[in-house]
């Protein structure tokens, strides 16, 4: 049930699974082979398949940098793909932290410009395990998505997909 909308950007709140999009996103690690959060309920939900393709890249380029991102097959997904990016450990924010998060966000949006892809969800990215303040990386996934949605007319849509009450707050008041 959509938590508040404006133009091209949705909010939604529970288990990015259960989302129908052409792309969600994963907040992977750069093995890009499986972990918790996430990233263990896509590699579950999703099947086998979608593991046996990040094997395949990280034979190929061996794994992924902190803010890239690769696409694979979504497998029993109801989204088509599974766009696969690397958000940056919170190390007290003098590290770059912004930039490389900012990175996830747009290297995800230009994949799934690149693909022709409509309509693309997001997870709160480093915000679990890798510990991102919440407030501080809200606003820098509202902004990156709010700067390339006006520079860009794909994807069409975006959808932020919230998984507790405190992003949720913090995602209807950034995009108030
Ligand atoms: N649907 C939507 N959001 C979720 C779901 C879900 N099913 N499950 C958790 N979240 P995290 P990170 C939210 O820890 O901080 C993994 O082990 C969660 O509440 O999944 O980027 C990877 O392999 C939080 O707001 O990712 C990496 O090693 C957000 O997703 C590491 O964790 C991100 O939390 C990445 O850490």
Redesign the pocket.
Known sequence: MPAATSDRIQLLK????NVTADAIV????S?LL?????????HR?GGPAILQECRQIVARQGGCATGEAVMTTAGNLPARFVIHT??P?WNGGHRGEPELLANCYLNSLRLARERGLNTIAF??????????P?AQAAAVAVKTVRDFLAQNSLPQQVIF????EE?LRLYEQELA
């Not at 529970?14 to 699974?17: A, K, Q, Y």
């Not at 994963?26 to 690690?29: D, L, R």
């Not at 997909?161 to 507790?164: G, H, T, Y």
Request: hydrophobic residues 35%; charged residues 10%.
């Open positions: 529970g288990d990015i699974t994963n907040a992977a690690n093995s499986g972990g918790g959060g996430v990233d263990g309920a896509i939900a690397v958000g450990v997870p709160n990215i480093s915000t679990g395990v890798y510990g991102y919440k997909v919230v998984f507790d992003n």
